[in-house]
């Protein structure tokens, strides 16, 4: 069973300045099976990213992802007061189905 | 739009049965395969179930497997989680989610499963 692990758990920053989060997994899952997700409190997760690097449409070009077999990593370009939420990486495994999810890493305002 | 709407969440007791509910509404249901996810409070997110689109197939975590059904009715567009044998780790928000892009989920508001005496 893969597990993905997620760092930092919290990472402090400013408005304005970049946030690069890192999700590693425990074997290799290729670039397909990849997604990232955005949660606020109270708030279902938020796809931000398939595919490892694909933007779904309506999500800002401030949010990019790259990363291939076990190290994934999520960037935010330029941080808005909006994005201070918990990030989660996501691995689906199609045999048999089923979804994997890392821990979260929190991003919060310094 | 799409849209995924849960219900049935409710305080139960431990060891009792709940059944939960989720209604699809914006794309063809019935093309879909729908999975169940779950949040404890404060704790990350952990899947729990999935059916196939005609809903022969399935598979369960093995934290619910063989406590929890999932099951479909197509014509009314909906998904359903049967919950017996509730446990106080249970207590979660319950999401019902939709495949989006690939890899990714489309998920509703979530619905909330409290198990306590």
């Known amino acids: 069973e893969i597990v993905l692990t997620q760092s930092p758990g919290t990472l402090s920053l400013s408005p304005g300045e970049r946030a690069t989060l890192s999700c590693r997994a425990s074997?290799?899952?290729?670039?397909?099976?990849l997604a990232w997700y955005q949660q606020k409190p109270g708030q279902a997760p938020r796809l931000l990213i398939y595919g490892a690097s694909d933007r779904p449409q309506g999500i800002p070009d401030r949010f990019s992802a790259s990363g291939s077999e076990t190290d994934f990593t999520l960037t935010i370009s330029s941080l808005e007061p909006e994005d201070f939420a918990v990030y989660y990486c996501q691995h689906y495994d199609s045999s048999p189905p089923r979804y994997t999810f890392g821990q979260g890493t929190k991003l919060e305002i310094k | 739009q799409v849209q995924l709407v849960e219900s049935g969440g409710a305080l139960v007791k431990p060891g009792g049965s709940l059944r939960l509910s989720c209604v699809g509404s914006?794309?063809?249901?019935?093309?879909?395969?729908m999975t169940w996810l779950r949040q404890a409070p404060g704790k990350g997110l952990e899947w729990i179930s999935y059916?196939?689109?005609?809903?022969?197939?399935?598979n369960y975590a093995d934290s619910v497997r063989g406590r929890f059904t999932i099951s479909r009715d197509n014509a009314k567009n909906s998904l359903f989680l049967q919950m017996d044998n509730l446990r106080v780790d249970d207590t979660a928000v319950y999401y019902c989610?939709?495949?989006?892009?690939?890899?990714?989920?489309?998920w509703g508001q979530g619905t909330l499963v409290t198990v306590s005496s």
């Open positions: 914006g794309f063809t249901f019935s093309e879909f395969y």
């Open positions: 074997q290799s899952v290729g670039n397909t099976y």
């Open positions: 059916i196939t689109s005609s809903g022969p197939a399935k």
């Open positions: 989610a939709r495949p989006a892009y690939v890899s990714g989920l489309f």
